[in-house]
């Protein structure tokens, strides 16, 4: 089945700070979704972005489906930010299931 | 967006018991409902796929007979953990999507199983 890579697993910043995180997959998809969980388990819904570019505030996200991998970028990161940040995937192998990556941790501090 | 819902949010019961989880699309018809499970510091892994009016399919590993399905309307599917064992404890993720490959999904706020 379709591989869900993320990076890093895990990201430490001090508050203001700017990041990119990065997602490779594998094969063609039909949907791309960037998750970040807070914590107490919700999934928030950041971007659905199976191709091009999107802001939203201090994030923005690009994919690039022709080379297989999206990214999120954070500026100007707030404590607020900290948790898990997940992509995730539909392929026409996988159905139209998401395929989750394992996550980037992020911590903020101030 | 839209909304999913999942009730309970946490429930508590004990070895050998059944549980029953509800996941509505609250504002949107949901031909395809997917039910994932996350244990701690770990992804968010795909249990089955449930279509309106048709049998569950389950992934690899899944035991059906255990992690009974049904997706009885547009707008409903439930989740039933049958004889639940303290290593069914985990945290259950209900999402939905519209008619279309490719449609965004829509994910509920998941329910915390502890089984005692």
């Known amino acids: 089945g379709i591989q869900v890579e993320q990076s890093p697993p895990d990201l430490i910043l001090q508050e203001g700070a700017n990041s990119t995180l990065r997602c490779n997959f594998s094969?063609?998809?039909?949907?791309l979704q960037w998750f970040h969980q807070n914590p107490w388990g919700q999934l928030i819904n950041l971007f659905y972005?199976?191709?091009g570019t999107k802001q939203n505030g201090r994030l923005s996200a690009t994919t690039v489906a022709t080379e297989r991998y999206s990214l999120l970028y954070i500026s100007s990161s707030q404590t607020t930010d900290s948790g898990v940040y997940f992509c995730?995937?539909?392929?026409?192998?996988?159905?139209?299931?998401?395929?989750f990556g394992k996550g980037t941790t992020l911590s903020v501090s101030s | 967006g839209a909304v999913v819902s999942q009730h309970p949010s946490r429930v508590i019961c004990k070895s050998g018991t059944s549980v029953k989880i509800e996941c509505r699309s609250l504002?949107?018809?949901?031909?395809?409902m997917f039910w994932y499970r996350q244990f701690p510091k770990q992804s968010l892994m795909l249990m089955a796929t449930?279509?309106?009016?048709?049998?569950?399919?389950?992934e690899q590993g899944v035991e059906k007979d255990k992690f009974l399905i049904n997706h009885a309307s547009l707008t409903l599917s439930t989740l039933t953990v049958t004889s639940a064992h303290p290593e069914d404890s985990s945290f259950y993720i209900c999402?939905?999507?519209?008619?279309?490959?490719?449609?965004?999904?829509?994910f509920g706020p998941g329910t915390r199983l502890t089984v005692t």
């Open positions: 094969d063609s998809v039909n949907n």
């Open positions: 995730a995937v539909e392929s026409n192998q996988a159905g139209t299931a998401l395929i």
């Open positions: 999402s939905a999507s519209g008619y279309r490959v490719g449609d965004e999904q829509y």
């Open positions: 972005i199976p191709s």
């Open positions: 504002d949107f018809q949901a031909t395809t």
């Open positions: 449930s279509n309106e009016g048709s049998k569950a399919t389950y």
